[in-house]
Structure formats: structure tokens, C-alpha cells
Nanobody, 125 residues
Framework: QVQLVESGGGLVQAGGSLRLSCAASGRTFNNLAIGWFRQAPGKEREFVSTIDRSGVYTYYSDSVKGRFTISRDNAKNTVYLQMSSLKPEDTAVYYC??????????????????WGQGTQVTVSS
């Protein structure tokens, strides 16, 4: 069992930055990959970024590559998503989720097991 809590969302102007945090408790955090997904109103939840358990390998969707940076601090059981050059189309509820370290595509939502409650990010134009 893993509990995830996201924080750091808010309202920001286009071009601005936000840093989201995903704090984990429960099962050993170091053994899990952690991903970020987002869901805009009326749309399906979509992949944003994932970091492997060591923090060495990172993955991004094409829509955020070059603007978002994922990182993790295993000592603090926390994963971060630094978002820069934000656009109105980044507006969504952002969720973090856990993934077993081996097997399955990091881009597939079906590979993620435990989810947080989400944090709202709103980017105004």
C-alpha cells in the first residue's frame, strides 16, 4: 500500500512556473517509479512524465519536453515536477502515481497502481 499526496498547484500566468510535489508514504518509495499525469475538463487523463526509481532515467510527453523537469529525493520520499514556460493548455488536474520498476510501458496509464488525489494547475492567458 502506498499513499501519495500532491501539492504545489495554483493559478499562474502564461509563461510562469510552478513546482509540484508528490509526497509518498507506505511501501518503500525507493523501489518504485513515479509518474505524473494530468486531466483537463472533458478530456482523458494523459501521461506527462515519469522518473525511474533511481532518478537516472526520465521520460516526458512531447507536449512538455523541454519545459518540465521531473526529479526525486528518495531521502524525503518526494518526487517533484518543475513546470516552466507554462501555457493555458497545461491547465489540468495533475496526479502522481506509482509504477512497478520493471515491465510495461511508462507511457501507459494501465501500468500505474496507486494514485494521489490530484492538484489543480490553472494557467491564465
Amino acid at each position: 500500500q502506498v499513499q501519495l499526496v500532491e501539492s504545489g498547484g495554483g493559478l499562474v500566468q502564461a509563461g510562469g512556473s510552478l513546482r509540484l510535489s508528490c509526497a509518498a508514504s507506505g511501501r518503500t518509495f525507493n523501489n518504485l517509479a513515479i509518474g505524473w499525469f494530468r486531466q483537463a475538463p472533458g478530456k482523458e487523463r494523459e501521461f506527462v512524465s515519469t522518473i525511474d526509481r533511481s532518478g537516472v532515467y526520465t521520460y516526458y510527453s512531447d507536449s512538455v519536453k523541454g519545459r518540465f523537469t521531473i526529479s526525486r529525493d528518495n531521502a524525503k520520499n518526494t518526487v517533484y515536477l518543475q513546470m516552466s514556460s507554462l501555457k493555458p493548455e497545461d491547465t489540468a488536474v495533475y496526479y502522481c502515481a506509482t509504477k512497478e520498476p520493471y515491465g510495461g510501458s511508462v507511457y501507459s496509464i494501465d501500468q500505474y497502481d496507486y494514485w494521489g488525489q490530484g492538484t489543480q494547475v490553472t494557467v491564465s492567458s
